[in-house]
Nanobody, 128 residues
Framework: VQLVESGGGYVQAGGSLRLSCAASGRTFSSYAMGWFRQAPGKEREFVAA????????SYADSVKGRFTASRDNAKNTVYLQMSNLKPEDTAVYYC??????????????????????WGQGTQVTVSS
């Protein structure tokens, strides 16, 4: 599967952005999906994840209450609505896909090594 992120940009603190991640292929619904980010000089970190069933996302504590992830299997797309952005949210944001079996369809994957496919990333810059 190929993943393409879009929607990044420059925003002032307190502002909002919506990221999209479009996936190729016809088996999108068989993938667990995740959002990660990597700030300059830091390791890539988990932001949000969907299990293969894709109903309720899981979030990192740092973004709870400010970010909302959603998934549209009909459009092969996941979204990340980011509100009340802070300068510390500045990073390259990546989406990722993990092909999982039916037996693990309700599992949330939060580790980088859990994922098989990655997008190229989109830059989000939040000014103070």
């Amino acid at each position: 599967v190929q993943l393409v992120e879009s929607g990044g940009g420059y925003v002032q603190a307190g502002g909002s952005l919506r990221l999209s991640c479009a996936a190729s292929g016809r088996t999108f619904s068989s993938y667990a999906m995740g959002w990660f980010r990597q700030a300059p000089g830091k390791e890539r970190e988990f932001v949000a994840a969907f299990s293969r069933t894709g109903d309720v996302p899981s979030y990192a504590d740092s973004v709870k209450g400010r970010f909302t992830a959603s998934r549209d299997n009909a459009k092969n797309t996941v979204y990340l609505q980011m509100s009340n952005l802070k300068p510390e949210d500045t990073a390259v944001y990546y989406c990722a896909a993990a092909q999982v079996s039916l037996a693990r369809r309700r599992t949330y994957y939060t580790a980088i090594n859990d994922y098989d496919y990655w997008g190229q990333g989109t830059q989000v810059t939040v000014s103070s």
